[in-house]
Each structure stands twice: as structure tokens, then as C-alpha cells.
T-cell receptor
Framework: LAKTTQPISMDSYEGQEVNITCSHNNIATNDYITWYQQFPSQGPRFIIQ???TKVTNEVASLFIPADRKSSTLSLPRVSLSDTAVYYCLVGAYYNQGGKLIFGQGTELSVKP | DVKVTQSSRYLVKRTGEKVFLECVQDMDHENMFWYRQDPGLGLRLIYFSYDVKMKEKGDIPEGYSVSREKKERFSLILESASTNQTSMYLC?????????????FGSGTQLSVL
């Protein structure tokens, strides 16, 4: 199973760009990288997904280097409402033996 | 819009009771999951199902069972609730398209066992 490592917590201020890096050294050839966001007392929600290079949507950007052993979620100009836990997942149900494993996540705190 | 609905937002039960947590998804997804989430431990997979009547154990299946009689519904059963099963329970379903997959979660059920 692809194991991921993220920082436990990060602090930022409103208006700053935040980059959260996830390490996944044993990523498999077919694995995609997916990030989820979780607010307190809610279920996680999908943010962004990618396989290589760069992916951008209306919420975030995802940067994946050529070796794919890490990925960086970039949140532009964060606001207080971006305070949440961010999870990085690698792989999918079928090629992980049915087990999609969430790591500890990164608790992002945005301050005014 | 996709939707995963968990039957209860908050639930209080007594030790030894049989507890049913229901989850329904309206997206015709094959895969469904039950996680529990505890402070400091993150999300841990209890059971998952890849088809009707099919189930597989996750990392912490002890004390739990599941039922999937219809594609849209996945139930988690605590046969005899214990205080260490007090937790937030999260149901999810997933859309599988090739090698990539997206999970859709319900809002969770906060279960307290007294």
C-alpha cells in the first residue's frame, strides 16, 4: 500500500499562498494522487486529483514532480474559511487491495 | 449533485445495545466504505463493499459487521455496542474511472456509547 507522509500542522495568514507537501515514495505506476479537505464535524470532500506535472482547478493547484514521489497542494490567497485538515491519498480502491488509507492529514490554521 | 446520506447526525446508545448506522448514496456507485474517525488517529477503515452482498474487512473490523442488500445502501452494525466504539462514523462511496477514483463522504454520525 502506498504510504503518505505530511506535516501534522501548518499556520498561515489570510491572503498568503499555502503549500502542503505530501511524500509518497512507494507510489505505483498507475497511482493517482488525490487531496481531500475536511472541516470540523463534516466528512472529507474532494479537492483535486492528478497523475503528473500540474493540475489546477478553481480551488487549488497540484504540483507533481517527474519522479512522482511527492506532491504539493497549493492554495492561493487563503482565507479563514480554508482552515481545515487536508489529506493526501495515493492510489485507488482496486490497486490498493480495496483499502484507501488516509494518513493523519495536515491541520491548516489560517489566522487573520 | 452527488449525495451520500447518513441516517443520523448524532446517536446516543447504551453499552450492549445493537446499533445500526445507515448510509445511502444516490450516485449508483459500486464501492462503499465505512470509516471511523477519532482525535489523533485520523480516519480508519472498518469495512468496504465493492458490490451488492459483497464485503471486505478494513483495518479495524472487530466488533462491527456490515450489510449491503441494495447497491445504494450500506449499513454498519455494532452487534453489542461498547464505550470504545464512541466515535465519529463516516460513510463514503466512490466513483471508479480507470485508475483514478474520487470518494464522496456523508456528513458523519457522532455515536456516543454510554
Amino acid at each position: 500500500l502506498a504510504k503518505t507522509t505530511q506535516p501534522i500542522s501548518m499556520d498561515s495568514y489570510e491572503g498568503q499562498e499555502v503549500n502542503i507537501t505530501c511524500s509518497h515514495n512507494n507510489i505505483a505506476t498507475n497511482d493517482y494522487i488525490t487531496w481531500y479537505q475536511q472541516f470540523p464535524s463534516q466528512g472529507p470532500r474532494f479537492i483535486i486529483q492528478g497523475y503528473k506535472t500540474k493540475v489546477t482547478n478553481e480551488v487549488a493547484s497540484l504540483f507533481i514532480p517527474a519522479d512522482r514521489k511527492s506532491s504539493t497542494l497549493s492554495l492561493p490567497r487563503v482565507s479563514l474559511s480554508d482552515t481545515a485538515v487536508y489529506y493526501c491519498l495515493v492510489g485507488a480502491y482496486y490497486n490498493q487491495g480495496g483499502k484507501l488509507i488516509f494518513g493523519q492529514g495536515t491541520e491548516l490554521s489560517v489566522k487573520p | 449533485d452527488v449525495k451520500v446520506t447518513q441516517s443520523s447526525r448524532y446517536l446516543v446508545k447504551r453499552t450492549g445495545e445493537k446499533v445500526f448506522l445507515e448510509c445511502v448514496q444516490d450516485m449508483d456507485h459500486e464501492n462503499m466504505f465505512w470509516y471511523r474517525q477519532d482525535p489523533g488517529l485520523g480516519l480508519r477503515l472498518i469495512y468496504f463493499s465493492y458490490d451488492v452482498k459483497m464485503k471486505e474487512k478494513g483495518d479495524i473490523p472487530e466488533g462491527y459487521s456490515v450489510s449491503r442488500e441494495k447497491k445504494e445502501r450500506f449499513s454498519l452494525i455494532l452487534e453489542s455496542a461498547s464505550t470504545n466504539q464512541t466515535s465519529m462514523y463516516l460513510c463514503a462511496s466512490s466513483l471508479w474511472t480507470g485508475n483514478n477514483e474520487k470518494l464522496f463522504f456523508g456528513s458523519g454520525t457522532q455515536l456516543s456509547v454510554l
